[in-house]
Each structure stands twice: as C-alpha cells, then as structure tokens.
C-alpha cells in the first residue's frame, strides 16, 4: 500500500507548526499551506520532514518544508505562511 496524502500533509504540519514556535518565541498560526506532492511513499517506509524559515516579520512567518522517503527521494513539497501574535511583556515575565 500507499502512504495517503493527508499523513504526509499532518507529518509536514506537525514539523512546520512547533518550528514557528521556536522562531517567533510564542504563539503563531497556520494562514496558509501549499503543498505540492512529487512521488508516492510506501506505506511503512520513512518519510524525513526538513523545514526551512525563508522570511520573518514581526507579524508573519514564511516557511518551506520537503519530505523524502528513506532513499533520500522527494515526496512533497510545503510552502506555508503563518501569522504571529505578539507576546505580552506580561507573559514574558519568568514565574518562580
């Protein structure tokens, strides 16, 4: 069988939406997501998500993400923008 499409979308996601986290420092949310499939997976086999921030603003965020099986090949490709909400100094304050 076939890994379906919606796996790989949700693995490509799962990658994306924590790597907006950690570069915006808070809370940040999808707007948008392309996503361009290239070859069919395996089911069972490998599926390697890398993703690359492209540009930052104080408000948007815009990333690109590939998946390639376990030979290294291209499955899928993401383009994603996602909106950043700004941090309250409130918040930012360390609570002991």
Same mark, same amino acid.
């Given at each position: 069988g076939r890994m379906?499409?919606?796996f790989i979308c949700a #693995? $490509? %996601?799962n990658t994306l939406g924590p790597l907006s986290f950690l570069v915006s420092g808070g809370a940040a949310v999808t707007l948008s $997501?392309?996503?361009d499939f290239v070859r069919g997976i395996k089911a069972g086999d490998t599926l390697r998500v890398t993703a690359t921030v492209l540009s930052r603003s104080r408000t948007n965020l815009i990333m690109d993400a590939l #998946?390639? %099986?376990g030979r290294g090949k291209l499955v899928a490709r993401a383009s994603?923008?996602?909106q950043v909400f700004a941090v309250r100094a409130k918040d930012r304050v360390e609570k002991n």
């Open positions: 379906q499409g919606g #693995a $490509m %996601d $997501m392309n996503l #998946a390639h %099986d994603t923008q996602f």
